[in-house]
C-alpha cells in the first residue's frame, strides 16, 4: 500500500545497486585486459628484442606494469563505478582530522611491521624482499628511473589498490560482517593476493592499518595516503639497499 509518509518510506528495505556478480565481472575485465596488454607486450619485446631484466626499470615491464594497474582502476570505475555512488566506493573526501590521524597510524604501522618482519627472520633464519629484484633486477637505477618508479609504485599503485580493496572489497564485505572482521578478512586477502609468501605477515599487518583508515572515515583517501607513505618508504629502502650493492 502507498504511503504518504516519508518515514515510514525510507524504512523500506532497498536492494543494493550491484554487488558479488559486479565483482565477478570486474575481474573477468581484469583477467582479460591483463593477459591482453601482457601477451602484446611479451611479443613486442622480443620481436623488438627489447632488454626486460632490470624488472620494471625495463620499458616494456613498466608499461605493462601501469597498464595493468589502469585496467584495474578503469575496470571497477566501468563496471562497478556506473551503479555504485561514491559514497559505496569510499570516493567521497573526508573530514581533514582524518587525514591527521595518518602519521601516528602509520608510525604504528612501520613498527608493527619491522617486528612481524623480525619475526619472520627468527623463523625463516632471513628475510629478504623479493621485490627489490623483480622491480629492479637487482641493479641500483638513477634519480629519472628512481622518480619514474615513484610515479607508479608510490602514486598509481596506492590509488588503484585502495580502490579496489578498500573501496569495492571493504563495501561488499561490510554488508555482511561488522567491521572488526571486515577489516581482518580484507586485510587478508590484501597479504595473500601479493602472491609473496615472505611478505603476508607484514602486508596483512598494514591490510589491517588500511582497513581501520577506512572504517573510521568512511573513505579511501585517509588509505591511499598511508599507502603512497608505506611504498615511498619502501621504494627509498629498495635504493638505499641497492646503492650500497645491491642484493646477492
Known amino acids: 500500500m502507498l504511503t504518504n509518509n516519508p518515514l515510514e518510506q525510507s524504512q523500506a528495505p532497498i536492494a543494493p545497486a550491484w554487488g558479488w556478480r559486479d565483482l565477478f565481472i570486474t575481474l573477468l575485465v581484469i583477467g582479460v585486459g591483463g593477459a591482453l596488454v601482457v601477451l602484446v607486450l611479451r611479443t613486442l619485446a622480443e620481436v623488438a628484442n627489447w632488454d ?10 613498466y608499461i605493462a606494469g601501469t597498464l595493468l594497474y589502469l585496467i584495474i582502476g578503469g575496470a571497477v570505475l566501468a563496471v562497478i563505478g556506473p551503479r555504485a555512488g561514491w559514497r559505496d566506493l569510499g570516493l567521497q573526501w573526508p573530514h581533514w582530522m582524518y587525514f591527521a590521524l595518518v602519521p601516528p597510524i602509520f608510525i604504528f604501522g612501520m613498527g608493527m611491521m619491522v617486528l612481524t618482519n623480525a619475526g619472520v627472520t627468527l623463523l625463516f633464519g632471513e628475510f629478504q624482499n623479493p621485490q627489490i629484484e623483480s622491480i629492479s633486477g637487482g641493479e641500483a637505477f638513477g634519480a629519472g628511473e628512481l622518480v619514474a618508479l615513484w610515479v607508479l609504485i608510490a602514486g598509481i599503485v596506492p590509488l ?89
Open 52 to 61: 626486460t631484466s632490470r624488472g620494471f626499470i625495463s620499458p616494456p615491464v
Open 160 to 248: 588503484v589498490e585502495e580502490l579496489f580493496f578498500r573501496g569495492v572489497l571493504h563495501h561488499l564485505l561490510r554488508r555482511h560482517f561488522n567491521s572488526a572482521l571486515t577489516i581482518v578478512i580484507g586485510a587478508a586477502v590484501f597479504a595473500v593476493v601479493h602472491f609473496i609468501p615472505m611478505l603476508i605477515p607484514g602486508l596483512f599487518v598494514a591490510g589491517l592499518c588500511l582497513g581501520y583508515l577506512r572504517e573510521q572515515s568512511g573513505s579511501i583517501w585517509p588509505g591511499v595516503l598511508f599507502h603512497m607513505l608505506q611504498n615511498t618508504l619502501a621504494l627509498l629502502a629498495m635504493a638505499l639497499v641497492l646503492s650500497m650493492g645491491g642484493v646477492s
